[in-house]
């Protein structure tokens, strides 16, 4: 076990290192120091999925909140930032079947985003993307509310799962 200690503690020591000094491994950060705020209005919503676009908006403005590297702003005025969405997509994919009785088991909800990064200042956009899909799966539920209750649970899955996709594209270089 001493062996063993003491071949991981280089390893160990080099992490902390690499923590302590700001490094990171993924693409490089291309806002400008003095960016400091971001709005995330309303996203709107091209499907027939109600508030769905309350969900997705929702979820990033926590993921930007939780990460705090900037701050996020209620007024687009006030903001050096604005992040724009729009809900392109919605839909559910069956995952599994029963033949007998003719029925799906489960589903991936899947979400298909375009957002928009802007510089308000400067006035120009920095990062458009025109499909950001994320995706999530549920069983289904014979129980017609509890299936909706799953179903939004994997609503919400995939939209953490997007808004957590677009903090880091919009941090670490779009």
Same mark, same amino acid.
Not at 11 to 36: E, F, W
Not at 64 to 90: C, I, M, Q, Y
Not at 132 to 143: G, I, K, L, R, T
């Given at each position: ?18 923590? /302590?000094?700001? =490094? ?47 701050? #996020? ?9 604005? !992040? ?14 029963? %033949?007998?009785?003719?029925?799906? !088991? ?24 025109? /499909? ?5 799966? =549920?069983? #289904? ?17 995939? /939209? !953490?799962?997007?808004?957590?996709? #677009? #903090?880091? %594209? ?5």
């Amino acid at each position: 076990m001493k062996h063993l200690f003491s071949l991981l503690t280089p390893y160990a020591l080099l992490l902390t290192i690499l923590a /302590g000094c700001g =490094y990171h491994l993924s693409g490089s950060n291309r806002l400008p120091s003095d960016v400091r705020t971001i709005a995330v209005p309303v996203f709107y919503n091209e499907t027939f999925e109600p508030a769905l676009e309350n969900t997705v908006t929702a979820a990033v403005k926590q993921a930007f909140l939780t990460n705090s590297r900037l701050a #996020v702003v209620n007024d687009p005025e006030e903001a050096d930032l604005v !992040l724009k969405g729009k809900v392109v997509s919605f839909g559910l994919t069956p995952l599994a079947f029963d %033949r007998t009785r003719s029925v799906v !088991l489960e589903y991936r909800v899947r979400i298909r985003v375009e957002v928009a990064l802007e510089d308000r200042r400067a006035q120009k956009v920095l990062w458009k993307e025109p /499909g950001m899909e994320a995706s999530a799966e =549920y069983v #289904v539920n014979p129980d017609t509310a509890a299936n909706r209750v799953a179903q939004d649970h994997a609503i919400a899955e995939a /939209g !953490l799962q997007f808004a957590d996709n #677009v #903090v880091h %594209r919009v941090l670490e270089g779009y």
